[in-house]
């Protein structure tokens, strides 16, 4: 079974600090691992991608990867209220068998 | 730069009447097509995906059907909806060189 499970939230941040989304999935043949953001009404858009495991930053947001935990996390530095949005952390096992959790409800308070 | 298209936006249908979503991509060749669909407050359930013209695979079974008529157009349809087929539609891409997916606008489908 392919899983991959998200709290849902709501996760509630002042402006300005560092918000933590985690992930865990189930499958150790994982191969790639992405974070989506996702406004009400929209379509979700690509954050960042991760493949090995460690650190990725890219301006505010680092993505962390532990594949020995199975774990995959998304650290938002400095959040902004234009943040808040449902998180959705993605999970590739083959060219075509990507796998969604249901997301966390992020809300950064002015 | 390529670019994702899906049409209507909204639709409001009644129950077991027929469907047509569409979907093209444009800037890019050979794209892995994919669609979804999310229902209220949930994660995305993948429907069908499709690596080619003509070349469908699915993955939970249902009364929906895609179709691949030209390279960079997949279509959804129903021959009868059901209320439980209302949700939020979305097609997404993959190129040749990245498996990342890029998603479309959507559709909102509500079935009466």
């Known amino acids: 079974q392919k899983e991959v499970e998200q709290n849902s939230g709501p996760l509630s941040v002042p402006e300005g600090a560092i918000a933590s989304l985690n992930c865990t999935y189930s499958?150790?043949?994982?191969?790639?691992f992405f974070w989506y953001r996702q406004y009400s009404g929209k379509s979700p858009e690509l954050i960042m991608f991760?493949?090995?495991?460690g650190d990725k930053e890219d301006g505010r947001f680092t993505a962390q990867l532990n594949k020995a935990s199975q774990y995959v996390s998304l650290l938002i530095r400095d959040s902004q209220p234009s943040d808040s949005a449902t998180y959705l952390c993605?999970?590739?096992?083959?060219?075509?068998?990507?796998?969604f959790g249901a997301g966390t409800r992020l809300t950064v308070k002015p | 730069s390529q670019t994702i298209h899906q049409w209507p936006a909204t639709l409001v249908q009644p129950v077991g009447s027929p469907l047509s979503l569409e979907c093209t991509v444009e800037?890019?060749?050979?794209?892995?097509l994919y669609w979804y669909r999310q229902a209220a407050g949930r994660g995305l359930q993948l429907l069908f995906y499709?690596?080619?013209?003509?070349?469908i695979s699915s993955e939970v079974p249902q009364n929906l059907s895609a179709s691949r008529p030209q390279d960079r157009q997949f279509i959804l349809s129903s021959k009868k909806l059901l209320l439980s087929d209302s949700g939020f539609y979305l097609c997404?891409?993959?190129?040749?060189?990245?498996?990342?997916?890029?998603f479309g606008p959507g559709t909102r489908l509500t079935v009466l």
């Open positions: 993605a999970v590739k096992y083959n060219n075509n068998d990507m796998r």
């Open positions: 997404a891409w993959t190129g040749s060189q990245t498996d990342t997916q890029y």
């Open positions: 800037g890019t060749s050979n794209p892995n």
């Open positions: 991760i493949y090995s495991n």
């Open positions: 499958d150790r043949g994982s191969q790639s």
């Open positions: 499709s690596v080619g013209i003509g070349q």
